[in-house]
Each structure stands twice: as structure tokens, then as C-alpha cells.
């Protein structure tokens, strides 16, 4: 019997032993991968006798000279409508009421709240639109704030994406494909270049609630899909414990912590090195960044330092744990402190009804303190380096939904052209770029799909997308699958 | 070989030719196919060159050479008449080119006529072999077959010059140093606009190869245009010839550069647009233009600016760099591969005395430096000025004085400073203004005044100081909403009421009458407000400058009777259960979300409820709190009905309410309906009910079955 269980036993490592030369190594490769410092929060010798070629991967990231260091990712979920916030279309009020051609929409399929309805009436913007700064960009009366700031955006007005329905839409986004498992942009970065501070997550994310309706975001939107689970993102949450059990259990006290901490590391080691497990060690990570966070996250979160000329800039809504505004100025501080990705998510954009006035307490909610974080980081002198991102999952048709009246109608998701935003590093400023037709349904002149914007996003990160690769189940998989551009016109 | 008659004959017939071409070749027309013949010109002439070098060079070392091969007078006679041959030939090909136009200029005429020349000085020396007596070469041969070389090498590089252009051997030479400009000391033409002409079209328009009778290579010339005209407007780049031609598509023949030449790229393009655009001038620097100007935005795609330095140093020892990286401490290189680096220290209470001075082993590859929020002293500035290729330095919000900034000035290499948050003041600045790389200065923040910066920007236009956004001290921005705990609205006996508000120092004014809460009357909250009786809370946030918050409101309901047991007889919805029926009276409210858990949902079953009193009791009133959301199809019931009586088989109806629809831009998110019942003991109450069946016309969800979400009864 003892024998049958010790030769069971001797079986069992063998195959963890087999199962680490294929999966360790490549497993291996990603920790750190881009960051040499990583190595310096293992545990000495851990890694010793393993292959040499995880050096050679880390030479070989960034590909380029990075424009761009961070990301903030002013994530509008529910859809934004182009036509009320970037896209001016003045055909649409002289049509209003009148039928949208069928040759316009074309082979368009249509969610199931609008393909059984009769008619399609044209409704134009219920808000009025200015141009603005050098750039004369149209900007509705929505956004006063980023109207003021417009010279320092590139607006591209020409997105398009794949899904018509919310979540495999954010999930595209997110990850670049429309099913979840993938890797989300956030983790890929992580992966590729590392955290650039070791006392926070390299990907945090951030979710605010507006007045609208919407959907909730959920964590699989910020997962690590097949790379090590060390590149998830960290969600900090509103209210007195931003990072859900980071502190000490009541009665311990850091001291008797560190000490638990290297006796568990210890005891990990021993086992690594029996089974070879990758998870071990990423483990033993996430201890050691965890107990790091326990001084450097108070310090970041802590808002209350913040002068009053800031306080009024965000809006006093930035005092208030989990708003928008609030979320910003923290986006802003994680960034400041080498975040490498920080998501927010605000919620309330998906207007099927009632457009007018929730749309109005949407853009209420987000107008001030996005704009707020562009002249914040400008003045800083961050946003050279910052890519701060502004933009939903897809558009809204230019036809109503529901019943119309002048005050009052809704619109349906429209996946053919949606607007989104861009500052500061690597990017044009100031310009305006794409064209969707008289009637805001299809794009005219250079379209961005969403594999083009992670492209162009990952080359003002110093990374060629077709590059960046994980294999996993067989092949490579890349943030970008097998498409994308760069969109070169825009890059500064 | 012997030379022949015959072999003369043939060299003297092909001259003959040449002679006759040049002689008669304004009258002559080439055929297309012979055109083909012509174009082989710049393939076939690299034979005579090398035969013709081959034979001199045996030639130079006949008298060697005839010792171990006897006939080498006969290989040298062979390889001369092969070369003359093939000169004779390539030179009728060259001219048959030159009929195709587009060659004009000095180079061509000495190409051609040096070709000439060449062919015929070759016929008289190969005459000279065949008809020479003596058997020793005669001086004047030798004379003139070195002559002939050199005029081969000289007719080449003018060959040459016509097909490459100008400097194409010595232009490495030229332009070693690296294209990307100089921001502040760039002029628009000549460092922008001239060297895409140089690359793209002055292959053949150069003066030596002016076609359509364009030159490029100077201002004059360019202004002049050539035969079709102006080269472009100023100011009207779409009515500009130059433009033009340039967006013509690539098949259409009058598209520059034609098919087949290096195309210009669509930011040169612009970059050339652009230029027109701005008037087509000069002697206008590139810093005279806006950085969101097109013409600074696409000279800044075509050369770029940044980020393209050449470092020269070496790089420094990995294993150094990895011992100095510690969680505190992060080192990264530019990019891969790239010697430079950049350091950023994180964690204030990590930083330690040494901590800059460790990575001083490192310091000549450091050009990008982070000691943002540190608590530097004035040892570390002091240190900072061995790093002696540093290019970007941060020291937002650290201790740094005015003093200190003097070593700060030492570090020549300095670009870009951040001294945000530091005591910097103008006398500082003006000391670094003074270095002489320094190009951005981030000073939000600091002591520095912004009517002092105005001075310092006109002493040093190449600095840019930003000192962030003019904030308007008069600008009145309206507060947020003060919050209202705890969020439930029920109590039984009594209740306190706290408020809060996020920005310090702000007056929270409050009633509770309904009555509305201004700013000179209301009460001004100081510790928690104790009620006994139904109220409406209104409270508003008041700040000297700043404009005062929204008013935020919530009722609050005094439920003093809680039945003996209640009595659930529908089934609410399986999604929105709460807690059943012990949801009615434990005086929670239910949230904005109608999935929290203290809502009971229905929907297609209408609600009915029994409350239950072990001793007979009077109740004189009824609430119920319901929930309107009507975007979620949430609705009222039309209307509720409450019997009572003694017992469950012995009721009557009390009171029945029709519930009205409120429009939806005027809908409460949550509401009271509210009953007043006869003066009768009941045992029992029962609570009915009735939904519409569809949701009405006009109304979010039209046509479909609507939701009811109550979450508290209350009974007085």
C-alpha cells in the first residue's frame, strides 16, 4: 500500500516537473517581462538554473522609445451618443421625423429593442453645438468644460466596432475580443512592461455610478484572461477601505506581518520547487506588493491634502468617495505615482429613452472633472507622458427610439461610428480626426476599429502590437488577435 | 589577337555614326523600339569601364607580366579593341537616351561630349595598335591611355551625377548629423521645406537637370516656378500648382513625382501644404508657429523632435543596474536596447540618506530622473549635479529652496525641470532660465507670481514655463450635495439625523417643515438632529466663495404601530424576494437599486397583504413606499384598497386609492402613498393592490406587463 501511494507520489512530480518545462518557461517569461526590477521582488534564487531567455524578452520591450508611460481610461459605459457630445450633425434636426433611407442603413442588423419597429425617425441633437478652441471643433453644450480644453484633445469621430450589444462590446473593448477569457488591455500592459511602481498594482480600475441608465461592469472586464494573475487589475472602491482586505486582521501588527510573510514565503519556496507551479510564485508576489500597499495606498488615496484650487477645478464632488470626479483626481494621483494603467468606468450612458435629461446629468457628472484632469496633468507637466482616454463601447443611432416628441426621444445602440477622445502622450493634439455621412450612419473618411485603437494605444507605449504575445492553448494570442493598424495620422 | 582592317573599320563605321548623330540630332527621331535600345545605356556602360580599366592597369605592368605570359601585347590589343568597342556602343545607346528629353544642365554637356570624346580618342588609339611600325609603344600612346582613363572616370561621375544626383556619394558625409530638428533654432524652408525637395525632387529638378525648366534648390529659383507657371500661390496652397501635382493620383502623368520616384509621404505632403499655406515664406523660424499649427504638427511627424538623441555613452553594467533596483527604486532603460536611463523613486518613507547617492555608479547613463514627493535634502542636490548627461529632472513637491537651485544650474545637459510644489521663487527661476539646454520649466505652484513669469518668457523666448492654469479667484463653482445618514426613512420612536459634507468649513443649512432651507433663516446643522414625528429633512451646503449646493430632501416616517405578524398571500417575483414579508416593518429602505434586497418585486401578480394584531387596535393611518423608476418599467399599481375587520372572513373595505401617474420628467424616485382610515378596532387589515395590465400609452415600456416595488408599510 505505502508503495502504490509513494510511486503515486513520484508520478505526480514528474508530471508537475514535465509541466514546468513547457508552461514555466513561458510563464517565466512573463513575470517582469519589460521590467528588470522584478526580479528583485522574488525570492533570491528562486528562479535559479531556469532558462536565460526571459533577459532576452526583457530587452526586448519597449520595442521603441515610448511616447506615452500611463494610461488613464475614461471608460463611458452604456454607450455614449456621438450625436449629442462630439458628432455635429445640423441634417439631422432639418430631417427630424422623416424616415431613415433604407439604402443609408444598409445590411445594419439592429438590437432587439429597435428591429421591430415600423418606422426609424431621424432626430437631430436636442443640444446645440459650437465650435471651439484652434481646432474649431464641434463640441455640444453638454461638455462646456471639454470645450475649453478641446485644443489639447484629438476627437475621432470615426470609431466603429463589431458588437451591438453592451457587454461583448465593453468586452472588446476591453480585451479585443467579444467573448470574456481574453486578457484586458490593462493586463497586457502590466505584462509587457511592468509596474513601473512597486508599492501599487501596475493596472487599477475604478468604477463610478452615474444618474443614467446602465448596466454594472464587472471584474471580468479587468481580468489577467490567460496571463499570470499578477497582471489582474485592483479595484478601489469608494469609502474608508479602498482596497478590500489589504489591512492587517485586528491584532496583528506589522511586525508579526513581516514575519508571517517571510515564513510563508519560505515554506512556497519549498514548494516550488517540488511542483514548479508559476502560481506559487505569483502568489508570494501579490503578499509582498500587498504588504507594500498597506503604507503606499493610504498615502495615494488620501485626498484631503489636496488644495483648494483642485478641489474647485474636479468640482467639490471630487471630495466625495466613488463619484466620477472623485475618481479622476485619484486616477490622477495612481498615475502620478507610476500606475501604468488606471480604468475608470462610469456607468448611465445607454439612453434608449429620455435622452435629454439623463444624457444632460451624465455629461453633468463627467463633463468638469475629465477636463479637470487635462489641465491637471498638463500643469504637472504629466501629460506629455499620460495617455488619458475618453469614449464608450459604441455609438447611438441617428434615428429615434420609441415615441419622439421635440423635447424627448431615445436612441439605440449603433455600432458603424461612435466618437471617443484622446490627450496628450503620443497623440496630435488638437485635431479633429474621421467623418461619418450628413446623417451620422456610416463613416466616410478614415474609420478606426477598435484592434486599430489598441494598436495605435500599444505603439505610444513603445509596443508593436503584433509583438506583444502570450501562448496559450496551442497559439499566440496578441491584444490586437490577427488585425489592427496603427492609426499613424493621429501619432504626435 | 592580330588587329585587323576590319576591326578598325568597324570602330571608324560606329564613330562615324556618333559624329553624324551629333551633327544632325536636332532633325532626328528616334523609334520607339531603338528607345528601348537607349534605356539599356546605364546598363551597358559599366562593361566598357571595367575593360577599359582592365587593360590600362595590364598595360601599366606589361614588362612584368611578359616574362610569365608571351602574348600579353596580343590580351592588351584583344581587351582595348573590346572596350572601344563597347564605349563606341554605349555612347550611340546614351545619345539615343538623351532624345527622350528631360536632360538639360552643365553635367549633361559634359556627359555627352565627354562620351564623344572618349569614343573617338579610343578609335585613334586602337589605330595607333593596328597601324603602328615599331613594336615598343610610343610616348604619346601612353600619354593618351592614361588620358583616356581619366576621361572615363570623369564622363562616369557626371553619368553618375545625372542619375543620383548631385552629392550622392559625398551626401553621408554631408548630412551625418541626425534629421530630427531643433525646435527653437529651426527655420520652416530651409530646415523643413528644402530637405524633402533635396530628397524627393531635386533628383531632376537640380539646375544641372531643370525638367520642365524647374529648379528647386533655392529660393529665387523657386519663386521663379518653371515653364507651366508658378510653382504656388501664397497663402492658397489648393490653387497651388506644386500642390497640385503632388495629389494628383499616382497613374495620372502629370503627377510629381512620377510613378516610379520616391514618393513623398502624406506628412510631407501636409508639411508642404502647410508652408504654402502660411504665405510660402523664407526666412520664418519653425518657433514661430503654434505647436497645435499644422505646419508645426507635420514638421513634427516628418522629422520628429524628441525622443530620437543619440546617446554616446556606453551602456552600464546590467548586473550594477539590477543590485541598484529595489521596490523603492525603479530603473529602466529609455527603450530596448538603449544605453539611457530612467530612475524613479517611490515611497517617501523609503528614502533614505544614501538612496541617490547608490546610484551614482550609474550616473553618466541617467538622462531621466524622478524624485517627485521625496524628502531630498541639500546633500542630494548637491549629488544630482554629478549626474552629468541628466536631460529631464522632477522634483515636484520636495523641499527644494532657492538656495539649492544654484546647484541645479551646474547640470548643463538639462532640458525639461518640474518644480512644482516647491519654494522656488522668481529670483530661482531667473538662475535656471539661465542654462543654456534648458527648453521646459513646470513651476504651478510655486512662489513664483505669475506677473513675474511675463518678464522671464520675453528675457528667454526658447524657455517655455508653464505655470499651469490662471485659476479665476472670482469663479464661483456650485458645492456638492451634503449627505443625509443613515439613508433609511422609517423609525419607530425616534430618530437621529446626521449630516456631512465632504469640503471643509462648510455651513449646512437645514429644516424640517418642508419649509425651504435659505440661508438666513434655516437652522445651521451642528450635531445630530433628534426627531420624533414625521418630517421632511431639506438641507442645502453654503461656502464663502463658492455658489451653494443643490438642496437634497428626504422624508422620514414615524411607523409607531408594527403588527403581531403579517401575511404574504401573492408571491412576490423570485428575483426580488427581500425578506418576504418581515420586508414591510423592519424600517429599512430600499436603495437606488431595486435589486439590493430590501425591495419586493411584482410583477403580473398583484400585491396582497395581512397584518395581523393580537389585541383589536385603532389605526387612523396607512402608508405604503413604493418605488417609480418608469425607464425599468417600474411603475404604481392604479390603485391599492385596504379592508379590515375582526377577523380574516369578517372584512370590509376601509379605503381605496387611485394612484395617479406622475409624468416622467416630474417622477419621484420613490414615493408615499398614503391612506387615511376610518375610526374602526380592526384585528386585521389587508392590503390589495391593482397593477394595470400593460403599462399605459406614453409611457416608458408601453404595452408591457409593469413591475411594483414596495419595501415598508407604515401604520399610525
Aim: aromatic share 10%.
Amino acid at each position: 500500500m505505502k508503495k502504490k501511494l509513494d510511486s503515486n507520489f513520484e508520478k505526480e512530480v514528474r508530471e508537475a516537473q514535465l509541466f514546468q518545462n513547457r508552461r514555466q518557461f513561458l510563464s517565466s517569461l512573463s513575470i517582469g517581462i519589460g521590467s528588470v526590477a522584478l526580479g528583485a521582488l522574488l525570492i533570491p534564487d528562486l528562479f535559479s538554473g531556469k532558462p536565460g531567455s526571459q533577459e532576452e524578452f526583457e530587452k526586448a520591450l519597449p520595442h521603441f522609445a515610448p511616447k506615452a508611460k500611463r494610461v488613464i481610461y475614461l471608460f463611458q459605459s452604456g454607450g455614449v451618443s456621438q450625436l449629442e457630445s462630439f458628432d455635429h450633425k445640423p441634417r439631422l434636426r432639418e430631417m427630424m421625423g422623416q424616415d431613415l433611407p433604407a439604402s443609408i442603413r444598409g445590411n445594419q442588423r439592429l438590437t432587439g429593442m429597435t428591429a421591430g419597429q415600423a418606422k426609424f425617425p431621424l432626430v437631430g441633437s436636442y443640444f446645440d453645438f459650437a465650435q471651439y478652441g484652434q481646432s474649431r471643433a464641434w463640441v455640444s453644450s453638454l461638455f462646456p468644460y471639454m470645450a475649453k480644453v478641446v485644443d489639447d484633445l484629438c476627437i475621432i469621430r470615426s470609431m466603429h466596432t463589431d458588437a451591438i450589444n453592451h457587454d461583448p462590446a465593453i468586452t472588446f473593448f476591453q480585451t479585443g475580443s467579444q467573448q470574456g477569457s481574453r486578457a484586458s488591455m490593462g493586463a497586457w500592459l502590466s505584462y509587457g512592461l511592468g509596474s513601473e511602481n512597486q508599492n501599487l498594482p501596475g493596472f487599477c480600475v475604478l468604477v463610478s455610478k452615474g444618474k443614467g441608465n446602465g448596466q454594472g461592469v464587472y471584474s471580468k472586464l479587468w481580468t489577467n484572461g490567460f496571463l499570470d494573475s499578477v497582471h489582474q487589475g485592483v479595484q478601489f472602491m469608494g469609502g474608508p477601505d479602498p482596497v478590500l482586505y489589504l489591512n492587517n486582521p485586528e491584532g496583528t501588527d506589522k511586525m508579526s506581518r513581516r514575519k508571517l510573510l517571510d515564513k510563508l514565503a519560505e515554506l512556497n519556496s519549498m514548494q516550488y520547487e517540488t511542483f514548479g507551479d508559476p502560481e506559487i510564485t505569483a502568489k508570494v508576489q501579490q503578499y509582498e506588493m500587498a504588504y507594500r500597499m498597506q503604507t503606499s495606498v493610504p498615502e495615494v488615496t488620501d485626498l484631503s491634502k489636496e488644495p483648494d484650487h483642485i478641489i474647485k477645478m474636479y468640482g467639490s464632488e471630487c471630495l466625495v468617495p466613488g463619484t466620477y470626479a472623485a475618481n479622476c483626481l485619484l486616477a490622477r494621483k495612481l498615475s502620478e505615482n507610476g500606475v501604468r494603467f488606471v480604468q475608470l468606468y462610469h456607468q448611465g450612458w445607454d439612453q434608449h429613452g429620455g435622452l435629454p435629461s439623463e444624457m444632460a446629468l451624465q455629461a453633468k457628472d463627467v463633463d468638469q472633472a475629465s477636463a479637470a484632469l487635462i489641465t491637471d496633468l498638463k500643469q504637472r507637466g504629466l501629460l506629455d507622458e499620460t495617455l488619458v482616454i475618453w469614449g464608450g463601447e459604441f455609438g447611438r443611432t441617428n434615428y429615434c427610439q420609441g415615441g419622439l416628441t421635440v423635447d424627448n426621444y431615445g436612441r439605440d445602440h449603433h455600432p458603424r461610428c461612435f466618437s471617443i477622445w484622446m490627450a496628450g502622450g503620443g497623440i496630435k493634439p488638437g485635431i479633429v480626426y474621421g467623418e461619418t455621412d450628413e446623417l451620422g450612419y456610416n463613416i466616410v473618411k478614415n474609420p478606426v476599429h477598435v484592434h486599430d485603437f489598441h494598436a495605435t494605444i500599444l505603439h505610444t507605449l513603445g509596443i508593436d502590437h503584433e509583438k506583444l504575445t502570450y501562448k496559450h492553448l496551442g497559439r499566440r494570442y496578441r491584444l490586437t488577435d490577427v488585425a489592427g493598424n496603427v492609426v499613424k495620422d493621429i501619432l504626435a | 589577337m592580330t588587329l585587323k582592317n576590319s576591326h578598325f573599320n568597324i570602330l571608324l563605321g560606329l564613330n562615324s555614326f556618333i559624329v553624324f548623330f551629333l551633327i544632325f540630332e536636332e532633325k532626328i527621331e528616334v523609334p520607339v523600339f531603338l528607345q528601348v535600345i537607349g534605356r539599356m545605356h546605364p546598363l551597358l556602360l559599366h562593361f566598357p569601364i571595367v575593360l577599359l580599366i582592365i587593360s590600362w592597369l595590364i598595360f601599366l605592368f606589361r614588362n612584368r607580366l611578359e616574362k610569365e605570359v608571351p602574348t600579353i601585347k596580343s590580351i592588351i590589343n584583344t581587351l582595348f579593341f573590346i572596350s572601344s568597342l563597347l564605349t563606341a556602343i554605349t555612347v550611340i545607346m546614351g545619345l539615343m537616351l538623351s532624345k527622350e528629353g528631360g536632360f538639360e544642365g552643365s553635367s549633361y554637356d559634359w556627359h555627352k561630349y565627354g562620351g564623344v570624346f572618349l569614343s573617338i580618342l579610343s578609335l585613334g588609339l586602337l589605330g595607333y595598335l593596328r597601324f603602328r611600325k615599331n613594336k615598343d609603344y610610343h610616348p604619346v600612346f601612353v600619354v593618351g591611355i592614361n588620358i583616356t582613363v581619366i576621361l572615363l572616370l570623369m564622363v562616369g561621375h557626371f553619368g553618375a551625377a545625372l542619375t543620383h544626383g548631385e552629392d550622392f556619394i559625398s551626401s553621408p558625409l554631408i548630412s551625418k548629423e541626425s534629421k530630427a530638428l531643433d525646435v527653437e533654432n529651426a527655420m520652416v524652408f530651409e530646415d523643413a521645406v528644402l530637405p524633402i525637395f533635396q530628397a524627393k525632387c531635386m533628383g531632376c529638378h537640380n539646375s544641372n537637370k531643370p525638367k520642365g525648366g524647374l529648379i528647386l534648390s533655392d529660393s529665387t529659383a523657386i519663386l521663379k516656378g518653371g515653364k507651366n507657371g508658378k510653382l504656388f500661390i501664397a497663402g492658397n496652397p489648393m490653387n497651388s500648382l506644386m500642390i497640385e501635382r503632388l495629389l494628383l493620383d499616382i497613374e495620372n502623368q502629370h503627377r510629381m513625382p512620377p510613378k516610379g520616384k520616391p514618393q513623398l509621404t502624406i506628412d510631407e505632403i501636409a508639411l508642404l501644404r502647410a508652408w504654402v499655406k502660411s504665405g510660402g515664406k523664407f526666412n520664418v523660424p519653425l518657433a514661430a508657429f503654434s505647436e497645435q499649427d499644422t505646419l508645426f504638427q507635420s514638421a513634427k511627424s516628418v522629422y520628429g523632435f524628441q525622443g530620437t538623441e543619440n546617446y554616446e555613452f556606453a551602456a552600464a553594467d546590467e548586473d550594477e543596474i539590477k543590485k541598484l533596483i529595489t521596490p523603492y527604486r525603479i530603473i529602466h532603460p529609455l527603450e530596448a536596447g538603449s544605453p539611457a536611463l530612467d530612475v524613479n523613486f517611490y515611497g517617501k518613507d523609503f528614502f533614505k540618506s544614501q538612496s541617490l547617492s547608490e546610484i551614482l555608479p550609474i550616473a553618466e547613463q541617467v538622462v531621466s530622473l524622478n524624485l517627485s514627493g521625496m524628502p531630498i535634502n541639500k546633500e542630494d542636490i548637491q549629488t544630482l549635479g554629478k549626474f552629468k548627461n541628466l536631460g529631464t529632472l522632477n522634483l515636484n513637491n520636495t523641499k527644494l529652496s532657492n538656495e539649492n537651485v544654484q546647484s541645479l544650474s551646474a547640470i548643463a545637459s538639462l532640458k525639461n525641470i518640474s518644480l512644482i510644489g516647491t519654494q522656488v521663487n522668481k529670483s530661482g527661476l531667473e538662475k535656471l532660465a539661465k542654462m543654456p539646454n534648458l527648453r521646459k520649466l513646470y513651476v504651478w505652484n510655486t512662489a513664483v507670481k505669475l506677473d513675474e513669469l511675463d518678464a522671464i518668457r520675453k528675457a528667454f523666448p526658447k524657455l517655455r514655463v508653464d505655470a499651469g492654469i490662471k485659476f479665476d479667484e472670482h469663479q464661483k463653482l456650485a458645492l456638492t450635495v451634503p449627505k443625509i445618514s443613515p439613508a433609511r426613512s422609517f423609525f419607530q420612536k425616534e430618530m437621529l439625523l446626521s449630516l456631512s459634507h465632504p469640503v471643509s468649513g462648510v455651513q449646512l443649512r437645514y429644516t424640517l417643515d418642508g419649509s425651504n432651507p435659505d440661508s438666513i433663516t434655516a437652522s445651521i446643522y451642528k450635531s445630530p438632529i433628534r426627531i420624533q414625528k414625521d418630517a421632511r429633512l431639506r438641507v442645502k451646503a453654503i461656502k464663502e466663495g463658492w455658489l451653494p449646493s443643490n438642496e437634497v430632501s428626504q422624508d422620514f416616517y414615524a411607523a409607531f404601530i408594527i403588527p403581531n405578524k403579517v401575511n404574504l398571500e401573492s408571491k412576490p417575483n423570485r428575483l426580488y424576494k427581500a425578506r418576504k414579508e418581515q420586508s414591510f416593518f423592519d424600517l429599512e429602505s430600499g436603495g437606488n437599486n431595486h435589486a439590493d434586497g430590501k425591495w419586493l418585486g411584482f410583477q403580473g401578480n398583484d400585491l396582497s397583504a395581512s397584518m395581523f394584531f393580537d389585541t383589536p387596535i385603532k389605526l387612523n393611518f396607512l402608508a405604503l413606499s413604493i418605488k417609480q423608476e418608469y425607464n425599468q418599467h417600474i411603475y404604481p399599481p392604479q390603485y391599492i384598497e385596504v379592508w379590515g375587520g375582526t377577523d380574516t372572513s369578517n372584512m370590509k373595505l376601509l379605503n381605496k386609492v387611485t394612484v395617479d401617474l406622475e409624468k416622467a420628467d416630474k417622477m419621484r424616485k420613490k414615493r408615499m402613498v398614503t391612506f387615511n382610515l376610518p375610526d374602526l378596532k380592526v384585528s386585521v387589515i389587508r392590503l390589495k393592490t391593482k397593477h394595470y395590465a400593460k403599462i399605459p400609452e406614453g409611457f416608458a415600456g408601453t404595452g408591457n406587463p409593469p413591475w411594483l416595488f414596495v419595501d415598508e408599510i407604515v401604520l399610525k
